[in-house]
């Protein structure tokens, strides 16, 4: 049956590239309104690859085993996100992590361009490591350059460049299964075609001929809620909805 087989039928970009936002914060223009938008995408069913049994590439991000729950409380306690960033359901961004970062909104009036490069997390460090059930990989984010400690601005513009990265096809198997295929083709044509329902037809032929990326493996949970200490040093999860 045709249907079984659509999520291989999708499209790869030859090189293995990623294409970064523009403009990158802080030098964005944030829209404020009254109130956190709804526009973003409704809430998708609960991924079936973050239940699957381990090992898995996804085995960090499941839940720690009870004997672990007191470090990770304490090590929480002692590490802690900056304001902007920090995990929550009500978040101060309002972020589509399939947009670029100057797509941001807010409810919140005290954001400034000097906010944003204020350092990601307390203590400061000099990088960062986010994990999510919702992907295989870990995201790594570094200073720019000339730049010790990791930023505010650093966390929306990497993690928006990671999520633009190129899959191959042998990453877009690692998936496992035709049904968890065709929903991150399924994400991705809805990616491209979003550009044409907005007028842009340029960017909806950019789009789908560039093909699948990490974005798409998120199925739609495209909303950032924050990030928030694990019980591993320099190691972060990145909350989405």
Same mark, same amino acid.
């Given at each position: 049956?045709?249907?079984? /087989?659509?999520?291989? /039928?999708v499209h790869f970009s030859g090189a293995d590239t990623f294409y970064p936002p523009s403009p990158p914060v802080p030098g964005l223009t944030f829209s404020v309104s009254s109130k956190t938008s709804s526009s973003g995408p409704a809430t998708p069913p609960t991924p079936a690859y973050a239940t699957l049994p381990g090992p898995t590439p996804y085995e960090f991000c499941l839940p720690e085993p009870k004997a672990k729950a007191k470090a990770k409380t304490t090590t929480s306690t002692t590490h802690q996100a900056h304001a902007l960033l920090e995990h929550s359901d009500s978040p101060l961004l309002n972020y589509?992590?399939? +947009? %670029?970062p100057s797509?941001?909104?807010?409810?919140? /009036?005290?954001?400034?361009?000097?906010?944003?490069?204020?350092p990601a997390v307390s203590p400061p460090q000099a990088a960062l490591t986010l994990h999510t059930p919702h992907l295989p990989w870990s995201?790594?984010?570094? %200073?720019?350059?000339?730049?010790?400690t990791v930023?505010?601005?650093?966390?929306?513009?990497?993690? /928006?460049?990671?999520l633009r990265a190129n899959v191959t096809p042998a990453e877009?198997?690692? #998936?496992?299964?035709?049904? #968890?295929?065709?929903?991150?083709?399924?994400?991705?044509?809805?990616?491209?075609?979003?550009?044409k329902r907005n007028g842009n037809l340029a960017k909806?032929?950019?789009?789908?001929?560039?093909?699948?990326?990490?974005?798409?493996? +998120?199925?739609?949970?495209?909303?950032?809620?924050?990030?928030?200490?694990?019980?591993k040093p320099g190691v972060w999860r990145l909350h989405l909805a």
């Open positions: 049956m045709p249907g079984r /087989h659509r999520g291989r /039928h589509d992590v399939s +947009l %670029p797509s941001i909104s807010t409810h919140y /009036h005290g954001i400034t361009s000097a906010r944003m490069l204020e995201i790594t984010i570094e %200073p720019t350059a000339n730049e010790r930023t505010v601005s650093d966390v929306l513009n990497g993690l /928006h460049r990671a877009f198997r690692t #998936l496992g299964s035709e049904e #968890l295929m065709g929903r991150a083709a399924d994400a991705y044509r809805s990616r491209y075609r979003r550009c909806y032929a950019e789009e789908k001929a560039q093909g699948v990326k990490r974005i798409d493996f +998120l199925m739609g949970w495209n909303g950032f809620r924050g990030i928030s200490a694990t019980s």
